[in-house]
């Protein structure tokens, strides 16, 4: 109940965060409700969509626990931990906060599946709806709500887990090369299984997790560039800032990247030879994806803001004027653009290579 | 409105400020001379820190007035407040503050840096206050590798470094123990005496208030000495307390 009240009382902005979750995570529902009548309608092939289909789900939960870290009712706050809610209670109301706004995300998702086939009474759209999602077919109404309960149980658990657990500095850096050697890997992968082959989904998988991995070096590396060679105060604090926070910020970046990559090599001749696994609905859930990965960057921009108060205070009270710490996280964004770009696009035209070689 | 004598760097008449509602300091009035090291003594909840405040260009008081330099503070906008912060002013707290990315020698070349020296002059100057300050060997550490009372120091170098007129110094001593407290009040005191700079000392312990020329005790956010800051429930009127409380728990 405790976790309800927290969730009851937050400001808009934090209310805003966790309805971009449940609607994050009523979209994935769709999708999987999407693919399961699919499966009921035409068994063959069903599994590998229901495997691009976690693509959105994954980015939803990864979503779902970034908003969990930066929601200010689950951090560790000395007030409630002399009452006794120390950081595992905490982590608790995390989870269950979490889990409330994915359930309210599956309800939503149910009710327009439903109402899509027609099965609520009227039937929207001209019933375009319908043949879509196969409403001559009866649903698998167990099999539909163990995929729907997927979203906030995955969720809550990794909020619960990962959100508030005590957070050891990892070297950024040391992801670097792990990630560069998935990342080739996947590309091998590509190759290796030609477009329309079994394995795609496989190197794609392996390509993305690559990008993930290399995140926090990558943005490790841009700040080390933005600070080298004589900074005055504007590159030493921006520089110094993104390596500090590169592996909070870099997974995110990382996961942006890939689904950059993914949208780059979409355009590209060839179409990254993914075709459309999940027939009409490839681009909503493609676009779902991107603005997860989007959100739950934003999300750690959020975080990284929350975790530097103290530092910003300081420098007020040093006199510093407020345009040098905007222009210092303008300065970031953009190195960060400058890095990231050109390794998607690179990234994008190997894949288109190797499909195509 | 007459400015100050020449010889009071920063005077204050009869400040008034507030907390959202709840009283900070009613009435302060202090003329600060070049070069003297003045101690705000008082306890907790006296005023001090709010009256520092005032006095640094960090709040506007309601009501009174600041002067620095024959110029008024009160009625300048936030952009020269904070340029005469960053030029003119030093500020250390209880707390070192430093920022955790930056290196020791970097932190207390931050007024520099953020004034727009160049970087070789920059470092130059930080590092020579270190040594000062006998942390020079820490210059290349990480402010988290750090004792507190390392810390403290080098927050005291990031003060002086732009030799301001003006330190303002709130209880810098409040974290450490007694050796380490003697060490950065001799510190501060001496480094303020040979380069002429100004120090506005808030401190509720007698020891850190003796290091001063001069006291200005605060109480209730008055100035003790006046008769009327203790207001009725003063000592000979009635039983401590007395009046004031009416609550029962």
Known sequence: ?357 | MEAPPDSDVLCARSVHYSHDGSPGIAGVSVAVRRGEVLAVTGPRGSGKTTLLHCLGGRLVPRDGEVWFDGVPVHSMGALARERLRRDRFGWIGPEPALLPELTVWENAALPLLVAGTAHRTAKRTACEWLDRLDIGGLARRRPGALTRAEAQRAALARALVHEPAVVFADEPTAPLHRAERAMLLRTLTTAARSHGITVVLASHDEETAAAADRCLPLLDGRPAADPTAAGPGAPGDTPEGQAACSLSA
């Open chain 1, 1 to 357: 109940m405790l976790a309800l009240r927290l969730t009851r009382g937050s400001r808009p902005l934090v209310q805003l965060r966790r309805l971009l979750v449940a609607a994050a995570a009523a979209g994935s529902g769709f999708l999987l409700l999407y693919v399961l009548a699919e499966a009921a309608a035409r068994p063959a092939g069903s599994f590998p969509r229901l495997l691009w289909a976690l693509l959105p789900l994954a980015a939803t939960v990864h979503l779902a626990v970034r908003t969990a870290r930066t929601d200010p009712a689950t951090r560790p706050r000395e007030g409630m931990d002399a009452v006794g809610l120390g950081p595992l209670h905490l982590a608790l109301a995390a989870a269950v906060s979490t889990a409330v706004a994915c359930t309210l995300g599956s309800a939503v998702a149910l009710a327009a599946f439903l109402h899509l086939r027609g099965n609520l009474g009227g039937l929207p759209f001209d019933g375009a709806g319908a043949a879509l999602l196969h409403a001559d077919r009866p649903l698998p109404l167990a099999a539909a709500l163990t995929l729907l309960s997927l979203t906030p149980l995955a969720a809550a658990a990794a909020a619960a887990a990962l959100a508030l657990r005590p957070r050891t500095p990892a070297a950024p850096a040391a992801g670097l090369p792990w990630g560069i050697a998935l990342a080739a890997c996947g590309l091998a992968v590509l190759g290796h299984a030609g477009p329309g082959g079994r394995a795609l989904p496989a190197g794609w998988a392996l390509t993305a997790a690559g990008l993930a991995l290399a995140g926090p070096g990558l943005a490790y590396a841009c700040g080390a560039l933005v600070q080298a060679v004589r900074p005055g105060a504007l590159r030493l604090l921006a520089g110094r800032t993104l390596q500090e926070e590169a592996p909070r910020l870099g997974r995110p970046l990382g996961v942006l990247c890939a689904a950059g990559t993914a949208a780059i090599a979409a355009a590209l001749p060839g179409r990254g030879g993914i075709g459309a696994p999940l027939g009409p609905l490839t681009g909503p859930a493609f676009a779902l994806t991107v603005l997860c990965a989007a959100a739950t960057l934003l999300a750690a921009a959020v975080e990284v803001r929350q975790s530097r108060a103290a530092s910003r205070a300081a420098l007020a009270d040093l006199g510093a004027p407020g345009s040098v710490l905007r222009t210092a996280a303008t300065v970031r964004a953009a190195a960060l653009l400058a890095v990231c770009l050109p390794v998607c696009w690179g990234v994008a035209r190997l894949t288109s290579l190797a499909l195509t070689g």
